[in-house]
Nanobody
Framework: QAQLLESGGGLVQAGGSLRLSCAAS????????MGWFRQTPGKEREFVAG??????TYADSVKGRFTISRDNAKNTLYLQMNSLKPEDTAVYYC????????????????????WGQGTQVTVSS
């Protein structure tokens, strides 16, 4: 059974940067899809970015500010977050599936089989 462990969250001022990491163990996802979602109280989990066999996909709200990357040798996913805004405040979750998702499905949380426990990101104004 795979486990995903996020790290790197914290408190940062608006305009600052954070780098999230997600270390996978138990299974490899080098040919599959890994992604980042976020959630705030009372709202549904929201897609942020995905790394799939065909390339990277971003939510419009983070495009140009966030960069997703992965190190398959380390079985680790990253999310570099720059120019952070207060509206980026959320719990960020790492997700993975061994299937190669496509553009039309990478944004769907139901397509992912494994989830981390989440890491809090708070951006102060």
């Amino acid at each position: 059974q795979a486990q995903l462990l996020e790290s790197g969250g914290g408190l940062v001022q608006a305009g600052g940067s954070l780098r999230l990491s997600c270390a996978a163990s138990g299974r490899t996802f080098s040919s599959g899809t890994m992604g980042w979602f976020r959630q705030t109280p009372g709202k549904e989990r929201e897609f942020v970015a995905g790394s799939r066999p065909g390339g990277m996909t971003y939510a419009d709200s983070v495009k140009g500010r966030f960069t997703i990357s992965r190190d398959n040798a380390k079985n680790t996913l990253y999310l570099q977050m720059n120019s952070l805004k207060p509206e980026d405040t959320a719990v960020y979750y790492c997700a993975a599936t061994r299937r190669g998702l496509i553009v039309s499905t990478v944004r769907r949380s139901t397509e992912y089989d494994y989830w981390g426990q989440g890491t809090q990101v708070t951006v102060s104004s």
